[in-house]
T-cell receptor, first 114, second 121 residues
Framework: AQKITQTQPGMFVQEKEAVTLDCTYD???????LFWYKQPSSGEMIFLIY??????QNATEGRYSLNFQKARKSANLVISASQLGDSAMYFC???????????FGKGTRLHILP | GAVVSQHPSWVICKSGTSVKIECRSL??????MFWYRQFPKQSLMLMAT?????????EQGVEKDKFLINHASLTLSTLTVTSAHPEDSSFYIC?????????????????FGPGTRLTVL
């Protein structure tokens, strides 16, 4: 079974609009961490934001915020005021405390339109 | 911030040859390094976990005799693709975990290299 599910293979958004990228996860652990990474065409993995399973508040980093709904096992990424440079592949990922590795979802390709 | 480098950034080789990819943590010590493979338009798939001074742990379906991993020091792990074939052509990305991280160890103490694009002719 997939541990990380990203249901949007591609999205087109007008510049300056907000965009929400969906992510649901599956774990039986109580302790885990959720990540979002951006991968531009160059291939590098750029860390965007992190949410711990025990964090009570949603994580925010500049224009990025993570809408964490623990009961629904959902960790959507919200990008406010999108920019052309936001066009990239976005991956949701999870690391369970009992494990050492980060597992990635299939990704969402975001296209920002001028 | 923590920096992870990979060398080479790209390599083209003939079928049947072996290729070595290096992953280095430049400004921190890494007890654990991870190797991922990414095919075009797909996600990162974890291949193996590399621990300094011990044997790597391979994910199911990954041939350990084909993808040799050596983690000889706290700053260097190498992935050798032996007898490479065109189907091994892929983007290989390493990540390294900072030894100095404290706490639950869940936070972003894992840093990614820029990747190596391997093309086997």
């Amino acid at each position: 079974a997939q541990k990380i599910t990203q249901t949007q293979p591609g999205m087109f958004v007008q510049e300056k609009e907000a965009v929400t990228l969906d992510c649901t996860y599956d774990t039986s652990d109580q302790s885990y961490g959720l990540f979002w990474y951006k991968q531009p065409s160059s291939g590098e993995m750029i860390f965007l934001i992190y949410q711990g399973s025990y964090d009570e508040q949603n994580a925010t980093e500049g224009r990025y915020s993570l809408n964490f709904q623990k009961a629904r096992k959902s960790a959507n990424l919200v990008i406010s005021a999108s920019q052309l440079g936001d066009s990239a592949m976005y991956f949701c990922a999870m690391r369970e405390y009992r494990d050492d590795k980060i597992i990635f979802g299939k990704g969402t390709r975001l296209h920002i339109l001028p | 911030g923590a920096v992870v480098s990979q060398h080479p950034s790209w390599v083209i080789c003939k079928s049947g040859t072996s290729v070595k990819i290096e992953c280095r943590s430049l400004d921190f010590q890494a007890t654990t390094m991870f190797w991922y493979r990414q095919f075009p338009k797909q996600s990162l798939m974890l291949m193996a976990t590399s621990n300094e001074g011990s044997k790597a742990t391979y994910e199911q379906g990954v041939e350990k005799d084909k993808f040799l991993i050596n983690h000889a020091s706290l700053t260097l792990s190498t992935l050798t693709v032996t007898s490479a074939h065109p189907e091994d052509s892929s983007f290989y990305i390493c990540s390294a975990r900072d030894l100095g991280t404290s706490g639950l160890g869940l936070y972003n103490e894992q840093f990614f290299g820029p990747g190596t694009r391997l093309t086997v002719l």
